[in-house]
């Protein structure tokens, strides 16, 4: 029973040590990302009532949600992701203001999925919310802070694919598809079964030019040249149209910001998260089997919690960024600058004094008694393994 007690749950572990503070100096680079942008910190509950992150919000399955009851007997759930959260607080503190609202967030995020191939169960998420903006303008900013962001961490060969909602929904109206082909052919998509997309529509009567834009639901990357074909194939889609129109227009904004060579389009790019009605985009590099970022706008969210704006964001996950860095063997510089005094009981009052000196002028020490069991090596050797560069003797 005592060995158990010594191991975490499927899903979740410990971070430790030179990791530990690896994360914490990623975090900080974010942070201080989101405040040159002019975003402002908000941090929001772990846990919330279940119908924030409900079937009608459009957030994660239920299945997947770690539930349980307070006092009253009322649902909770661990938050599976943070923006609903942020939606809720903003329609409840900033109601009354009509002009947009930055904010960015940095939480722990909890998903009972399976923990295949390693996923984890529990994950650490640092995002951006630009709330009350429904302009092309607005998307180029958050996408540009997203690359920025990235480019902040220490990544430099990464890519953003960008889609857009209607895209996807254009063609279902378009094509009349019932609710039950909808979902079979987001499954493959999802799944990434484009042999089974064109299967699936190569059996529906339409005519050719809406064949060809489901064929671009297919997982394809496109050049801002090849996005001009799509929008000549969907000029009697008037929804299908808008989408890649408003596309073209983002890379405009994108090439102003100098950072549209980090961005692909997949104009039919789909996420789990149902809330989502506009830009779409997922960020993928080197060493990581999952998206490193995440986000989209969401122009109704906040309908829900009772203010109307528009919005749109993005959520770095920050333990897949760190994996991608460390496979890439990309060095995060931690800062070590601590000392160490070893004294004897008869030094205890200079060890003391030491220290508090050391510690007034912003150090850091730790103070050992020496153990007659411990040789100097010993010290040496545990100043090595924990980056601590002055080693100071009191006997």
């Known amino acids: 029973m005592k060995r158990k007690l010594l191991h975490t749950p499927e899903g979740v572990r410990d971070i430790y040590n030179e990791e530990c503070e690896i994360k914490q100096v990623l975090k900080e680079r974010l942070k201080r990302t989101m405040g040159q942008y002019g975003y402002h910190i908000i941090q929001t509950p772990t846990f919330e009532f279940f119908d924030i992150f409900g079937k009608e919000i459009g957030t994660t399955p239920s299945k997947e949600l770690y539930k349980f009851f307070d006092r009253e007997g009322n649902t909770l759930v661990l938050r599976p992701d943070i923006t609903p959260s942020v939606a809720r607080a903003a329609a409840k503190y900033f109601s009354d203001i009509d002009m947009p609202i930055r904010l960015y967030y940095m939480g722990n995020t909890f998903t009972n999925n399976s923990s295949y191939q390693g996923r984890l169960k529990e994950n650490t998420q640092l995002g951006g919310e630009l709330i009350g903006d429904n302009s092309v303008e607005g998307d180029g900013e958050v996408l540009s ?67 060809s834009l489901f064929r671009m639901l297919g997982g394809s990357y496109f050049s801002i040249e090849e996005l001009a074909g799509a929008r000549a194939l969907a000029v009697n889609y008037p929804k299908v149209l808008s989408a890649v129109v408003r596309l073209e227009e983002l890379h405009k904004v994108l090439e102003v910001y100098g950072v549209d060579k980090y961005v692909s389009y997949e104009p039919g790019l789909l996420s789990n998260y149902q809330y989502y009605t506009g830009i779409i985009f997922s960020g993928y590099t080197f060493g990581t089997g999952e998206p490193i970022l995440k986000g989209g706008r969401y122009d109704k969210l906040l ?93």
């Open 303 to 395: 309908h829900h919690f009772g203010k109307d704006a528009p919005a749109i964001g993005f959520a770095v996950v920050v333990d897949q960024l760190m994996l991608a860095l460390s496979r890439q063997k990309v060095q995060v510089e931690v800062s070590h600058t601590g000392e160490m005094i070893v004294y004897t009981k008869e030094r205890l009052r200079d060890a003391i004094l030491a220290a508090k000196k050391i510690r007034d002028n912003g150090g850091c020490v730790e103070l050992f008694a020496i153990d007659s069991g411990k040789g100097r090596e010993d010290y040496e050797l545990y100043c090595e393994k924990n980056h601590i560069g002055n080693l100071t003797f009191l006997d």
């Open 145 to 211: 802070l997203a690359i920025e962001s990235l480019k902040a961490a220490g990544l430099k060969e990464f890519q953003l694919s960008v889609g857009h909602a209607d895209f996807f929904l254009g063609l279902v109206e378009a094509a009349g598809l019932k609710e039950d082909e909808e979902e079979e052919l987001r499954e493959l998509i999802s799944n990434k079964n484009y042999f089974g997309v064109d299967e699936m529509v190569s059996k529906w009567d339409m005519e050719e030019s809406l064949r």
